[in-house]
């Protein structure tokens, strides 16, 4: 069995200040995880993935994200927020276990204050 | 290289009655997935098509079931429509297991039951 914790479903930051969405992940077998984001009216894009190889991963429009497996934990950070990061944030857990079924979060729903 | 294109892009039905969504793969996708993101549930997984065969199937009733079609696009049908339907309907699609292979998502079909 797999699942993931969002653990805030807003967080609110000023542009220019840091991002921290933190996500909690469980699973039986090795995870693949991965952050998508949606902004408003629009369909679901790939922000980045772990796979099994370097555990902080880069992504796209300056976001990375550490897989801690200690922890369970693979939560999203960019160091300086722009207006254009407001969309709502999913993180997603998939391993052999379920038959590479992808299982979301419930979402983070990210706020830029001007 | 076209993404994966869904269509109606908006439907509105009354309960009781029949809908199907259609969804064409990126080329060269074989996998499928649909999922429902409803009001507050978040991203719910539906169902998981490959090489034409259902693969894994979520939480849902039987009134949800689809195929996949020997191009590779896909048709998800809802039967005896209930208000809950009501969702955005996103359909990703992928080289094959999603744990090797990123599943790239379409727009999505807004479904409104009244």
């Known amino acids: 069995a797999q699942s993931v914790t969002q653990l805030d479903s807003h967080v609110s930051v000023s542009e220019g200040t840091p991002v921290l969405l933190r996500c909690n992940y469980s699973s039986s077998y090795s995870p693949s995880l991965f952050w998508y984001v949606q902004h408003p009216n629009k369909g679901l894009q790939l922000l980045l993935k772990?796979?099994?190889?370097?555990?902080l991963v880069k992504g796209i429009n300056g976001f990375e994200a550490e897989f801690k497996k200690s922890e369970t934990s693979f939560h999203l950070t960019k160091p300086s927020a722009h207006m254009s990061d407001a969309a709502e944030y999913f993180c997603v857990v998939s391993s052999r276990g379920s038959n590479y079924k992808l299982t979301f979060g419930k979402g983070t729903l990210l706020t830029v204050n001007p | 290289e076209a993404g994966v294109t869904q269509s109606p892009t908006h439907l509105i039905k009354t309960r009781g009655q029949q809908v199907t969504l259609r969804c064409s793969p990126i080329?060269?996708?074989?996998?499928v997935y649909w999922y429902q993101q409803a009001l507050g549930l978040g991203l719910q997984f539906l169902l998981w098509y490959d090489e034409g065969e259902e693969r894994n199937r979520g939480n849902f009733p039987p009134r949800f079931s689809g195929r996949q079609f020997p191009n590779y696009s896909s048709e998800l049908n809802v039967n005896a429509l209930e208000l809950e339907d009501s969702a955005l309907y996103l359909c990703?699609?992928?080289?094959?297991?999603?744990?090797?292979?990123?599943?790239?998502f379409g727009p999505g079909t807004r479904l409104t039951v009244l």
């Open positions: 990703a699609s992928s080289l094959g297991l999603a744990g090797d292979t990123l599943p790239v």
């Open positions: 080329s060269g996708h074989t996998s």
């Open positions: 772990y796979t099994s190889a370097a555990t």
